[in-house]
């Protein structure tokens, strides 16, 4: 009876695996869905379907793309809630405690300036407001059934888009990583009261590759283009020349592509049709 009782609690204490599913392995980016905003870039001054404030969309608007050309700028990785978004041929592995045998952490290694990131799975709380913060921020992990779900916070200063649309440090991120088989699906949720009005949601795909091998990615800035020292480059309000380009190459009006909630519905659709359009794009 003692054996059996024994056989059963060490049945029980090994069920909770059974819901987990491994989403560890070399996993190869899909750019089926975003594709022109994630490689190419977006336009400036494309704001569509972004819950920002107002705040937000002066960053954007006094945001200059020669600012990558400073030398504090170019090896700067992508923080956590962006790198999946870039060039990001993923490793995903697992620390376990050799004793105990229990899980303790992910990590994971992205391929664009090779940033690793920890997600810890132990339990332990996160760190108080004002410890460091960092490009990959500090991470905590559960199971929730078969889906991976973190919380990250203390992110450095970031980006939402490419084209200066900033994220806070205070914002807080949410992810779930979703495995299909070969594939697996990151469903990320990023809230920040300083520069968004709604949570902003989007989703991102892998497919398993196991011949995948990740190069290193060394780094070094130069000056790439030679300025008066001190020199940022930047717009101040209402000197940003290229932020009609969008709309009047596309033939849309100009108040959507500034952004808000509102513009992530399909609903708007029906209102964008009664706006007018000006530039080029409309007198054809």
């Not at 913060?133 to 559960?142: A, E, I, L, P, R």
């Not at 800035?221 to 009047?248: A, D, I």
């Amino acid at each position: 009876m003692r054996n059996a009782i024994c056989l059963l609690v060490m049945t029980l204490a090994v069920v909770p695996a059974f819901a987990q599913v491994d989403p560890t392995g070399e996993w190869a980016p899909r750019f089926h869905e975003d594709q022109p905003e994630r490689i190419p870039g977006p336009e400036i001054g494309d704001y569509l379907g972004l819950p920002i404030n107002d705040a937000a969309r002066l960053r954007g608007d006094s945001w200059d793309a020669s600012l990558l050309t400073l030398p504090e700028h170019q090896c700067k990785p992508h923080p956590a809630d962006y790198s999946p978004r870039g060039p990001a041929n993923l490793r995903m592995w697992k620390e376990i405690d050799k004793d105990t045998q229990q899980l303790v952490a992910y990590h994971t290694h992205i391929s664009w300036q090779a940033p690793e990131r920890t997600i810890w799975m132990d339990g332990r709380p996160h760190p108080p407001e004002y410890a460091a913060h960092t490009w990959q921020g500090f991470s905590t992990g559960k199971w929730d059934g078969d889906m991976l779900t973190v919380t990250t916070t203390h992110l450095k200063i970031g980006w939402i888009r490419r084209n200066g649309i900033p994220r806070s440090d205070s914002a807080v991120l949410t992810e779930h990583f979703v495995r299909h088989g070969n594939y697996l699906t990151l469903i990320s949720v990023i809230q920040d009261p300083v520069y968004l009005t709604e949570p902003f949601i989007r989703t991102t795909n892998w497919v398993m590759d196991p011949r995948q091998e990740i190069a290193p990615y060394p780094c070094e800035s130069v000056v790439e283009v030679e300025r008066p020292m001190g020199t940022v480059p930047h717009h101040l309000p209402g000197t940003n020349p290229f932020l009609t380009e969008f709309p009047e190459r596309f033939g849309l009006p100009e108040q959507p592509t500034r952004g808000g909630a509102e513009t992530m519905y399909p609903e708007y659709i029906s209102k964008i049709r009664q706006m007018p359009v000006k530039g080029k794009a409309a007198a054809k």
